[in-house]
């Protein structure tokens, strides 16, 4: 057995996925396989076991992944410190962020944190919606995510970073995108595009149409891109958004703010496993953006 197997076996562990595994190992396929396979030899026990397309892991599986895992993050973590103590934390940090912070919030932050701690640490980008950036972040796919605030997650801390404000998008053709007074009870009767209820924004919509007797017509953009394209493609529709860099591209589209919701009616958080090791980067990382003041005008 080698610390190669082990790193091995933690990752296709929590991508379930040989093939992706793989990919994310930059290794073949066959080396993966073969080196788990000596590793099922080696043990004298079967590690997975096939589940359709997918792979899950046995009981034995289960039984060795929580030693195994303990004993890469102790290694880890020495080698984090080793590097502490030669100069600045290096290794990488994967983070899995919202669309609609990584034009303007994210590369500040981003760059903020490289003029501090400086550039040895890599930090990697990956897109995505809420949930399932947070089923990836359970997963251990990425240290860090950046997403909106979901309560039925025990095992998750959640640090509130930045607010959003939700708007009435309008099509410049409809006599609404010109009133000086446009609330939500003036959209009464009116066809409304917003989020499905089952995402944490669409939720929050949602309980706001209900207390001001409002229901939504279609409820399935799940990003501003895609609510936007369907209110400019159909002139007469109300949407209910969030003022995001998702809506800049539509110059047929008018915002307008609604005077009975605030301006920080959204919270974007950043959420990260609170028990999990962290490497000494991810940990300054964390530290950095909970004292990051960030200027969204500039």
């Not at 379930?16 to 004298?44: C, D, M, V, W």
């Not at 895609?226 to 003022?243: C, F, H, K, N, R």
């Amino acid at each position: 057995m080698n610390l190669s197997q082990l790193y091995y076996f933690r990752k296709l562990a929590e991508v379930k996925h040989y093939t992706h595994a793989a990919e994310e190992l930059f290794i073949s396929q066959p080396t993966l396989s073969n080196s788990i396979s000596q590793l099922e030899r080696e043990l004298g026990i079967p590690l997975f076991e096939r589940e359709g397309r997918k792979i899950k892991l046995t009981k034995y599986g289960e039984e060795f992944y929580q030693y195994a895992t303990e004993a890469v993050n102790a290694l880890e973590k020495g080698i984090a410190l080793a590097h502490e103590h030669s100069g600045s934390p290096t290794g990488s940090i994967d983070i899995g962020a919202i669309y609609t912070i990584q034009s303007d919030y994210l590369p500040s932050l981003i760059k903020g944190y490289r003029d501090q701690y400086g550039k040895d640490a890599q930090v990697n980008v990956f897109q995505g919606l809420t949930q399932p950036l947070l089923e990836d972040l359970e997963s251990n796919r990425y240290e860090l995510a950046f997403t909106a605030y979901v309560d039925s997650k025990p095992d998750l801390t959640f640090v509130p970073v930045l607010t959003q404000r939700l708007v009435a998008v309008v099509h410049r053709s409809d006599k609404l995108a010109w009133s000086k007074n446009l609330t939500l009870d003036s959209l009464r009767g009116r066809d409304i595009i917003t989020y499905p209820p089952t995402t944490p924004i669409g939720a929050e919509v949602s309980a706001l149409m209900t207390t001001h007797g409002l229901s939504a017509t279609h409820t399935y953009a799940n990003d501003e891109i895609t609510l936007g394209s369907m209110v400019e493609s159909t002139p007469g529709t109300i949407g209910l958004a969030l003022d995001t860099i998702g809506l800049a591209p539509f110059r047929e589209l008018i915002t307008k703010r609604l005077p009975e919701v605030d301006d920080d009616f959204h919270t974007v958080c950043l959420a990260f496993k609170t028990a999990a090791y962290k490497t000494r980067a991810v940990e300054n990382f964390i530290e950095f953006t909970r004292s990051f003041e960030w200027d969204s005008k500039r």
